[in-house]
């Protein structure tokens, strides 16, 4: 958290007179009921994770790509580095109530959307590129490990296409917080 973050939060928080503090920053607040959050929450959480296993299986497998070829590597690492940084923004999230401070909704809900998009695109662009490297090698290359990777990359990047759609169907409204009087 940033010098600007804190300064910003410590503005957002009230002493009050018994020495506790309390937030008086905007929230966003879920529309639905708190069971239908929990719901879309466990959700989220059943199609990141095994996305989080797909992409993390298929890097251990050593098929032709996956070893010492940038081209197929670089997707990867780039699609399981975006996925580990949702999983870690999930868990900030699932660990909020139906109300949650408008930073944490800001810094999590949004950036969602774009997040899947990259792990989307280099699950694709991993699976293409493991495919084509198979069909350019020569000697005995491995035609099962190869499928096996492109299939664990589309599986990946087909979960988070849910997990995007599911994103997508929440709905928070703004609820403006206001300040307590002495």
């Given at each position: 958290?940033?010098?600007?973050?804190?300064?910003?939060?410590?503005?957002?928080?009230?002493?009050k007179k018994?020495?506790?503090?309390?937030?008086?920053?905007n929230?966003?607040?879920?529309?639905?009921?708190?069971?239908e959050?929990k719901?879309?929450?466990?959700?989220?959480?059943?199609?990141?994770?095994?996305?989080?296993?797909?992409?993390?299986?298929?890097?251990?497998?050593?098929?032709?790509?996956m070893?010492?070829n940038?081209?197929?590597?670089?997707?990867?690492?780039?699609g399981?580095?975006?996925l580990?940084?949702?999983?870690?923004?999930?868990?900030?999230?699932?660990?909020?109530?139906?109300?949650?401070?408008e930073?944490?909704?800001?810094?999590?809900v949004?950036?969602?959307?774009?997040?899947?998009?990259?792990?989307?695109?280099?699950?694709?662009?991993?699976?293409?590129a493991?495919?084509?490297?198979?069909?350019?090698?020569?000697g005995t290359?491995?035609?099962?490990s190869t499928?096996?990777?492109?299939?664990?990359?589309?599986?990946?990047?087909?979960?988070?296409?849910?997990?995007?759609r599911?994103?997508s169907?929440?709905?928070?409204?703004?609820?403006?917080?206001?300040?307590?009087?002495?």
């Open positions: 958290m940033g010098l600007f973050e804190k300064e910003k939060q410590k503005k957002q928080l009230y002493r018994d020495g506790k503090y309390e937030y008086i920053g929230l966003r607040r879920h529309t639905g009921s708190d069971a959050l719901k879309t929450k466990l959700i989220l959480w059943l199609c990141a994770a095994p996305a989080l296993v797909c992409a993390i299986a298929s890097g251990c497998i050593p098929a032709t790509g070893v010492d940038l081209f197929v590597l670089i997707p990867f690492a780039v399981l580095c975006v580990l940084f949702l999983c870690a923004r999930l868990a900030e999230f699932t660990l909020s109530g139906s109300e949650i401070c930073d944490l909704y800001e810094k999590c949004p950036p969602f959307g774009a997040q899947t998009t990259v792990i989307e695109i280099a699950a694709f662009i991993t699976a293409a493991e495919i084509i490297r198979f069909f350019v090698s020569s290359v491995s035609l099962s499928l096996i990777v492109a299939g664990l990359q589309l599986m990946t990047a087909g979960l988070c296409v849910i997990f995007a599911k994103v169907g929440m709905d928070f409204e703004l609820v403006h917080g206001s300040a307590v009087s002495n």
